[in-house]
């Protein structure tokens, strides 16, 4: 499914998007959540770099039978465009039209920029580094979150980010705020770079995301914050079984 548009793509109005529950169970561990008709569920899940958020979102989407956006693919599509093409990152303006220029496609965990499959290359160091620069751009937002609510008008969604509960989807059902200690996320992100052929020392990493919590928390403009209705869960000790597990529970107690 196409999440992520032109600007100028728009969708076709809200309540005609909006996918109806089918079927008619709610115990936890798989049936697709009952609602009811014509009723579309917004859960944000927000938190630091390394929480552990982006798989929970998923997973918890597939079991609750929602789509799954994660936004912050979509400002490392932005920096990852702007590398490629020369575009010089500390020039906001340059950087907000080349975004509103992009089409950038969202199909669950698989990310398309202009039609080319770029799930891996947006992940690297050198993105994951850069990418404060697409993030912090007012206008760059702007049209993000733009395109993040155009997408969730078509249906019931998982959304994952630092902005989701608090700017994006304010009237969002249900809100979750991830976190953990910064060993624990250091220790994850460490394991997670390795898996994919980039080992890097643990103070390295750490003293990394400092810098993006550091950067992430005081941005002027959608900063990361937890919203004062969500739902806070620290993973430290948790298995990302037993994250998702939680997850699931409050939702299907909520809804
Ligand atoms: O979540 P992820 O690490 O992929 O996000 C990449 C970067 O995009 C983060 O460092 C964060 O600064 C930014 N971001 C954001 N707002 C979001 C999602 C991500 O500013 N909603």
């Given at each position: 499914m196409v999440l992520a548009c032109k600007q100028g793509d728009a969708r076709a109005g809200l309540a005609a998007r909006r996918r109806q529950a089918r079927v008619a169970r709610g115990r936890p561990g798989g049936d697709r959540l009952v609602l009811a008709e014509g009723r579309a569920v917004i859960v944000t899940i927000d938190g630091p770099a390394?929480?552990?958020?982006t798989s929970a979102a998923r997973e918890l989407a597939r079991r609750l039978g929602f789509e799954f956006l994660d936004t912050g693919a979509m400002y490392r599509a932005v920096t990852l465009a702007a590398l490629r093409r020369g575009v010089?990152?500390?020039?906001p303006q340059a950087v907000a039209e080349l975004a509103r220029s992009l089409h950038i496609e969202l199909h669950g965990s698989r990310i398309l920029l202009e039609g080319e499959d770029v799930s891996h290359a947006i992940r690297t160091a050198e993105i994951t580094r850069l990418t404060h620069f697409a993030a912090d751009n007012p206008a760059v937002r702007e049209h993000l979150v733009q395109l993040q609510r155009q997408a969730a008008a078509q249906g019931n969604f998982v959304t994952e980010g630092r902005d989701q509960g608090t700017v994006v989807f304010p009237e969002a059902e249900c809100k979750f705020f991830l976190t953990a200690s910064p060993q624990e996320r250091a220790r994850r992100r460490q394991l997670d770079l390795a898996a994919r052929g980039d080992w890097r020392p643990l103070d390295e990493v750490l003293a990394d995301q400092n810098l993006r919590d550091q950067r992430d928390a005081s941005r002027?403009?959608?900063?990361?914050r937890q919203a004062a209705d969500a739902v806070v869960i620290v993973?430290?000790?948790?298995t990302p079984e037993q994250v998702v597990e939680r997850l699931e529970q409050l939702v299907r107690e909520r809804l």
């Amino acid at each position: 499914m196409v999440l992520a548009c032109k600007q100028g793509d728009a969708r076709a109005g809200l309540a005609a998007r909006r996918r109806q529950a089918r079927v008619a169970r709610g115990r936890p561990g798989g049936d697709r959540l009952v609602l009811a008709e014509g009723r579309a569920v917004i859960v944000t899940i927000d938190g630091p770099a390394g929480a552990g958020k982006t798989s929970a979102a998923r997973e918890l989407a597939r079991r609750l039978g929602f789509e799954f956006l994660d936004t912050g693919a979509m400002y490392r599509a932005v920096t990852l465009a702007a590398l490629r093409r020369g575009v010089d990152l500390a020039d906001p303006q340059a950087v907000a039209e080349l975004a509103r220029s992009l089409h950038i496609e969202l199909h669950g965990s698989r990310i398309l920029l202009e039609g080319e499959d770029v799930s891996h290359a947006i992940r690297t160091a050198e993105i994951t580094r850069l990418t404060h620069f697409a993030a912090d751009n007012p206008a760059v937002r702007e049209h993000l979150v733009q395109l993040q609510r155009q997408a969730a008008a078509q249906g019931n969604f998982v959304t994952e980010g630092r902005d989701q509960g608090t700017v994006v989807f304010p009237e969002a059902e249900c809100k979750f705020f991830l976190t953990a200690s910064p060993q624990e996320r250091a220790r994850r992100r460490q394991l997670d770079l390795a898996a994919r052929g980039d080992w890097r020392p643990l103070d390295e990493v750490l003293a990394d995301q400092n810098l993006r919590d550091q950067r992430d928390a005081s941005r002027p403009v959608g900063p990361l914050r937890q919203a004062a209705d969500a739902v806070v869960i620290v993973t430290d000790g948790l298995t990302p079984e037993q994250v998702v597990e939680r997850l699931e529970q409050l939702v299907r107690e909520r809804l």
